[in-house]
């Protein structure tokens, strides 16, 4: 696992998709040293990539005050492969958090249906975690009290939450820390400490609204288009209300990636053209609702 985590970091400073754990180069980290980033030379050839999230047929409508019903999202057709790094796009209100909820068995399709590795998605798991904007830390507890309430939660014994939550703390740099409170942390260090509460629980995917970079097999909402480009190996342009998956982009670029690239910022400017046809058509809409009022 821990060899594992570490690839998951390399993708956002130089690596591309993380490897299964079990393709991953055993390596020991000298007790004395923070965990080493370099994870050896994978071997050469793989086996074919199961498909790790699956949605088919998708609908979410949702019944508004005057008993009619808003479409949220519109036949959704999607695979995500494990270990793969998708990010989403598109307009406000298109549905790309609806999406999130949906895939996190926080919320269900009006139609179609949604699997993880082959079952049936019926509700919320330790296997899929879904970090929000807000990163849901409580300002009460110490970085590493934080990091142990999920394993709590999941009834870990005090002794093993300890010993976890001071390994996943150590991988994110965050040692000497570990007994501070949240407002004495800097926001990427808060960042971090969100990510080890989510790996210290050991999941399989992680679903991003807009919170940091690294993760297992990840789905990641951001509004920043060269962002998305950076850091992903596909992007999927969703469209205005009810969202549709209007668009998906290839990243087919080497790592490390720098949002200054002239390659980055080249499919950067073709993702935003079409972004902003849909922000023009977000826009057309509520201008017309307003007029009618």
Request: charged share 30%; proline share 5%; aromatic share 6%.
């Amino acid at each position: 696992m821990t060899n594992y985590v570490l690839d998951l970091f390399n993708r956002s400073i130089g690596g591309g998709r993380a490897l299964p754990e079990s393709e991953v180069v055993e390596e020991r980290a000298k007790p004395e040293r923070e965990p080493t980033l370099d994870l050896g030379t994978p071997r050469e050839t793989h086996p074919a990539r199961k498909e790790s999230i699956s949605l088919s047929g998708v609908f979410r409508s949702y019944k508004n005050s005057r008993g009619s019903f808003t479409p949220a999202l519109q036949n959704i057709d999607l695979e995500i492969e494990q270990g793969e790094f998708v990010c989403i796009v598109g307009p406000s209100g298109c549905g790309k958090s609806t999406l999130l909820h949906l895939l996190a068995g926080l919320d269900f399709p009006t139609t179609g249906e949604i699997t993880v590795d082959g079952s049936l998605v019926k509700g919320p798991g330790t296997d899929r975690i879904l970090l929000f904007q807000e990163l849901g830390l409580f300002p009460w507890l110490t970085v590493r009290q934080n990091v142990e309430f999920g394993l709590k939660m999941a009834g870990v014994s005090k002794t093993e939450r300890k010993d976890r939550a001071r390994h996943f703390i150590r991988m994110v740099h965050l040692s000497h820390f570990e007994d501070h409170f949240m407002h004495q942390l800097s926001g990427g260090m808060r960042q971090r400490v969100a990510l080890a509460r989510s790996l210290a629980l050991q999941p399989k995917i992680l679903l991003m609204d807009e919170p940091l970079e690294t993760a297992p097999t990840i789905v990641f909402v951001t509004h920043n288009v060269r962002e998305a480009v950076r850091l992903g190996d596909r992007v999927l342009l969703m469209s205005f209300r009810p969202g549709r998956i209007k668009s998906q982009f290839e990243v087919a670029l080497d790592r490390p990636r720098h949002v200054e690239d002239s390659d980055v910022a080249y499919l950067s400017k073709e993702i935003l053209g079409q972004l902003r046809e849909e922000i023009e058509r977000s826009f057309n809409a509520e201008y017309s609702r307003e007029e009618k009022r």
